[in-house]
Structure formats: C-alpha cells, structure tokens
C-alpha cells in the first residue's frame, strides 16, 4: 500500500506558474509510472503528464506540452507538476497517481488515456486560472 499526497495547488493569472508535488509514502522497487491528472469543472477526469521510473521518459497531453513539466526527485520520493504558461482552461482539481509495472509508451499512452487502471492516488489538489 502506499499514500499519494499533493499539494501546491492555488489560484493564479492566465499566463502565471504553479508547481504541484506529490509526496509518495513509500519506495517501489521496478518499473513504475507517476502521473498527473487532472478534472475540469464539469468534465471527466484527463491525463496530463506521466513519468516512467525507470527510464525517466516522460509523456505529456497535446493541450499541456511544451507547458507542462513533469520530474521526480527520488530522494525524496517525490513527483512534481511545472505549470507554466497557464491558462483558464488548465483549472481544475489535480490528482497524483501510480502505476505499477509500466515502464514504457505503450504503457503510459494508455493509462494517461484512462484506457487503463491505476494503482493509487492522490486526494488532489484544486489548481483555478483566472483571465
């Protein structure tokens, strides 16, 4: 078992920067992914970012690339989010989640797709983009 807990969330100007992190209660051994996702008000639950652990590839949305940054420090077993450049459309409440035995594209492009399961999760955190 393990506990996913976020934080950073907050209320920003379009164009501002948020950083969201995700404090993992425990180490996984292998090949896992970390993601981010993310609910709009009123819509289903999206993919943002997710990061393989063992090769360290990373594999974003369209509508956040070259916006998003995902990363991880492992001494502190922690996964962070980069917002950069945001926009009223990124508002929403975001969530942390993992992936056991996922290590490659046609694992992550999946589960980012909601296709498939995830192991754990976060509480979220609400992130809000004013114009």
């Known amino acids: 078992q393990a506990q996913l807990v976020e934080s950073g969330g907050g209320s920003v100007q379009a164009g501002g920067s948020l950083r969201l992190s995700c404090k993992i209660s425990?180490?996984?051994?292998?090949?896992?992914?970390i993601g981010w996702f993310r609910q709009p008000p009123g819509k289903e639950r999206e993919g943002v970012a997710a990061?393989?652990?063992?090769?360290?590839?990373?594999y974003y949305a369209d509508s956040v690339k070259g916006r998003f940054t995902i990363s991880r420090d492992n001494a502190k077993n922690t996964a962070y989010l980069q917002m950069d450049s945001l926009k009223p459309q990124d508002t929403g409440t975001y969530y942390c989640?993992?992936?056991?035995?996922?290590?490659?594209?046609?694992?992550?492009?999946?589960?980012?797709?909601?296709?498939?399961?995830?192991?754990?999760w976060g509480q979220g955190t609400q992130v809000t983009v004013s114009s």
């Open positions: 990061l393989a652990t063992f090769s360290g590839s990373s």
């Open positions: 989640a993992m992936k056991r035995y996922c290590g490659s594209y046609d694992e992550a492009s999946p589960w980012l797709k909601g296709t498939s399961e995830s192991d754990y």
């Open positions: 425990r180490y996984f051994a292998g090949a896992n992914c």
